[in-house]
C-alpha cells in the first residue's frame, strides 16, 4: 500500500478498522492475529493494583474532542482524522453543554483537540466563552491550518488574545521524517507556522505564552528521553530554522486507528505489542491522563482519554453522556481499560503531556 493510501481515512477506505469493534478484537486477539498478551488489568493486578482496577482521582482537564475534519491526513492518527471526516462535528448545541458543566464546576482547564480544532465554526466562540470562565485552554494545532486558507492567519493573534496554550505535533525536525508521516510539504509549512506563532509571542521568554511541540516516534519503536529529545529539537530547530518552542512532549504511538492499520499492513504488529509490553513500567501506572482527565466526544458522550473515545469505550456506568454529567461520581468511577493501555504505561509512559514516569 502506497504512503497516500495509507494516510487516507479508514473510513473512506472501508477498512476493517474503521469499526472499533473489530480494532478491539484485533488487540484482544480474536481477530487478524492470534497474538495474546497478558490482559492490562491483569498484569496492573501483579504491579499492585486491586483486583486490576484504576481508579480516577481529581478532574482537572476536561478534553473536547469538536470532531474528525482535518486539513490533513496522517499516517499514525488514532483518530482517523482527515478533509474526508465532515460527518462528525460538535455543534452548538454541545457546545452549550460543555460550557455549562463548566460554569458549574471548577475544572481549571479546558484541551480543544479535533481534527483540526480550528475547523470547526464554534472553535473562536468556545474558547472566548471558556476564557471568560477563567480556564485554562489548550488548543492541539496542527500548525499547517494557520497557512491552509487566509481566514485561518489570524491564529497566532487569537491564541495569544486569549492566552491559549498552543500544543502542537512536530514528529522530527527532519522534514523527510516528518512529511514521511503527515504528507509531503508538511513540515516547511509547520516550520513557517512557528514562525508566525514566535512573532505573536509564543515560545519567547517571559511573554506568558506557551508553545508546546508533540514528538512522537516515525516508526515502530518507543520515543527517547523526553529531556534529551527537547534539547535536540531545540538546538536543531534554532541552528537550522531560527524558530523556538517552550517544551516537547514526547508521546508513544497508540496501537490503534491508522497506526494499528500501519502495524498490520507491515508485520510489525506483533513485535511492537511485544515491545510495549516488555516495556511495562509500573511507575508510569500512577500517572497516566485517564485519572485527571475526562474527555467528551463530538456527541456528548463521555470517555476516560482521547484514545478510550477512538476506541468507543464509554466510561464506566450509567451516567455516560454530557446530559448526564455528575463530576462526583466521575472522580470515583473505575477507569475502563483494555490492551491499547499498554502504550501508555511503556517506558517512561505516555500522556497528552508527553512522559508521565
Not at 480474536?30 to 498484569?43: G, M
Request: hydrophobic share 35%; with cysteine; net charge negative.
Amino acid at each position: 500500500m502506497s504512503i497516500h493510501q495509507r494516510n487516507k481515512s479508514l473510513a473512506s477506505r472501508h477498512s476493517a478498522l474503521s469499526d472499533t469493534f473489530f480494532q478491539l478484537d484485533v488487540l484482544n486477539g480474536k481477530a487478524v492475529s492470534d497474538v495474546r498478551i497478558p490482559l492490562f488489568s491483569e498484569t496492573i493486578r501483579q504491579a499492585g493494583y486491586a483486583e486490576g482496577r484504576l481508579k480516577s482521582g481529581r478532574i482537572e482537564i476536561f478534553q473536547v474532542n469538536v470532531g474528525k475534519l482535518c486539513n490533513q491526513s496522517c499516517a499514525h492518527c488514532h483518530v482517523d482524522a482527515g478533509p474526508d471526516r465532515k460527518e462528525e462535528n460538535m455543534t452548538r448545541a454541545t457546545f452549550e453543554k460543555c460550557l455549562d458543566i463548566l460554569s458549574r464546576y471548577d475544572i481549571p482547564t479546558v484541551d480543544i483537540t479535533g481534527g483540526a480544532p480550528e475547523l470547526n465554526p464554534n472553535f473562536r466562540w468556545f474558547v472566548e466563552e471558556c476564557r471568560a470562565l477563567g480556564k485554562h485552554v489548550m488548543d492541539r494545532c496542527n500548525l499547517t491550518i494557520i497557512l491552509s486558507n487566509p481566514k485561518y492567519r489570524d491564529l497566532p493573534q487569537f491564541f495569544a488574545k486569549h492566552q491559549v496554550e498552543v500544543v502542537s505535533s512536530l514528529p522530527h525536525y527532519n522534514a523527510r521524517r516528518t512529511d514521511s508521516q503527515r504528507g509531503e510539504g508538511v513540515f516547511s509549512d509547520s516550520i513557517e507556522a512557528i514562525r508566525l506563532l514566535n512573532a505573536a509571542g509564543y515560545g519567547q521568554e517571559g511573554s506568558g505564552l506557551h508553545l508546546n511541540l508533540v514528538y512522537n516516534p516515525t516508526g515502530t519503536f518507543l520515543p527517547g528521553n523526553q529531556a534529551a529529545l527537547e534539547r535536540e529539537f531545540k538546538s536543531q530547530l534554532k541552528r537550522q530554522h531560527g524558530v523556538e518552542f517552550n517544551n516537547l512532549y514526547a508521546i508513544t504511538n497508540m496501537p490503534i486507528s491508522r497506526f494499528l492499520d500501519y502495524l498490520l499492513e507491515s508485520g510489525q504488529y506483533e513485535n511492537y505489542m511485544q515491545s510495549l509490553l516488555d516495556a511495562f513500567n509500573p511507575t508510569a501506572v500512577a500517572g497516566v491522563m485517564c485519572r485527571n482527565t475526562i474527555s467528551v466526544g463530538w456527541d456528548g458522550f463521555l470517555y476516560d482519554c482521547d484514545f478510550n473515545q477512538m476506541l468507543g469505550l464509554k466510561v464506566s456506568g450509567s451516567r455516560t453522556h454530557l446530559d448526564d454529567f455528575d463530576l462526583n461520581l466521575l472522580e470515583q468511577r473505575d477507569i475502563v481499560l483494555n490492551q491499547h493501555c499498554y502504550g501508555c504505561t511503556a517506558g517512561a509512559g505516555s500522556s497528552c503531556g508527553g512522559q508521565v514516569a
